[in-house]
């Protein structure tokens, strides 16, 4: 056992467009998220120029 950690910009939502071929993204999909915990952070960038 090991874990994992995926970093991504792109919400979970687009990752099917993105990737295309959807027999492959479910694939993905189901392997990373089936027992995955999910953090989204909200609010404006931390990369800003105070």
């Known amino acids: ?6 970093v991504s910009q792109l919400p ?3 990752w099917f467009e993105t990737i295309g071929d959807s ?3 479910d694939a993905i999909l189901d392997r990373l998220v089936h027992t995955a915990h999910r953090i989204e952070l909200k609010g404006e960038s931390m990369r800003k120029k105070q």
């Open 1 to 6: 056992r090991a874990s994992t950690i995926v």
């Open 12 to 14: 979970v939502t687009k």
């Open 23 to 25: 027999t492959i993204a």
